[in-house]
DNA sequence: TCTGAGTGCGTACGAACGTACACACTTCTC
DNA sequence: GAGAAGTGTGTACGTTCGTACGCACTCAGA
């Protein structure tokens, strides 16, 4: 009988597995990603991950996941929290000069994530829910219209913005952000 | 003496190996990218790459400096043939919404180039560069405050959109970069 | 206390990889 | 025609990888 069911001695271990598979691929891209250096980072046996995963696929796969719930619930929760159009802009700008979203390590997985969904469809689905989401957050704020130039901003400009010296000019940010809502409704 | 100079059989066998290198890196991402799968794809024997390149890291970052090159060109191209700056506009809608820059190919490549930059430092180079010299295309025609803005738009909305089921917008993306080419000078 | 089912891990193996290198081939000089 | 020098390639080697699997361990039920 189904009765005698022991518990696992660490329930967490899945999501430290996880978490440290991000900290790899953000270090050394998908196309060094190991599981003995997973393992390595989580400080897990090798035969732990066989043991809880279907592959090295599996792994990454659920570590994109894992990464895009987070992000989305943070996208949500500074959305939310806005009461009008203005308080929305100043979110999203925070969202693209922010300390939180467009970080080096977030934005490196997110570089390594568009790239890896192309070559895998269940990263893309997980990817396609996330923009999904992210744009029912923007449309409690903004016209159809105004939510597909500004998620493309928020996309855009950070992933450039990575790759210059300075910071980002906020003002400049925010004042695009407020030109665009404006004009497309 | 070096007078008993022997020409190559073949000039353009390393542009032909490059080419391969991006088609395979397109098609299975720079974690599928593989000494034997570059040469089965160029057509040549395996030896030939160790001949021509310094293992593979080499290859993969003069391929990737091919890409910018060739897409630094167009995008130059596109710019500088626009008289004033409505042109100017509808030349930028036509790099976002184009067949020639926004095909998933380019885009798929881009995202493995800006992937991989982060954990290669030649090739983070030639990104920057990439970068600066589409940024002095903009410059012609628009200030630089609006450049910024407009690079994000370029870079982010093709990237979204090819995630989406339907095509972009035409319309919608050329109101959206001349109200940030009109409110940002 | 004994048993058995489920948990978890150390190790080993076949496959695929990057790279080196001995060797054929071609063309120029004398 | 003989030798030299550079071009290009087939093959083989050492390494590292993903994954399988036998075995130790733990505890619920009898």
Redesign the interface.
């Known amino acids: 009988m189904g009765g005698a069911r022991r518990v696992a001695n660490d329930p967490l271990r899945k999501q430290r597995i996880l978490d440290a598979t991000l900290t790899v691929i953000a270090?050394?891209?998908?196309?060094?990603?190991t599981h003995r250096r997973i393992a390595g980072e989580a400080g897990v046996p090798l035969g732990s991950l066989t043991y809880h995963f279907d592959g090295l696929g599996d792994i990454i796969e659920q570590a994109f996941a894992r990464m895009a719930r987070s992000m989305s619930e943070r996208y949500h929760a500074a959305l939310t929290a806005a009461p009008d159009q203005p308080a929305a802009c100043a979110a999203v700008t925070d969202l693209i000069c922010g300390e939180e979203y467009a970080t080096p390590r977030t934005l490196?997985l997110l570089?390594?994530m568009?790239?890896?969904?192309?070559?895998n469809s269940t990263v893309?689905e997980t990817?396609?829910q996330w923009?999904r989401r992210s744009r029912a957050s923007l449309a409690r704020h903004f016209s159809e219209?105004a939510c597909?130039?500004i998620?493309?901003?928020?996309?855009?400009?950070p992933?450039?913005q990575a790759?210059?010296r300075e910071p980002l000019?906020r003002d400049?940010v925010r004042?695009?952000v407020t030109?665009?809502a404006q004009?497309?409704g």
Do not use: C, F, Q, S
């Open positions: 270090e050394h891209g998908v196309h060094g990603t490196a570089h390594e568009y790239a890896y969904a192309n070559h893309a990817l396609r923009l219209r597909r130039a998620d493309a901003l928020i996309e855009g400009w992933m450039h790759w210059e000019d400049l004042e695009t030109a665009v004009r497309l």
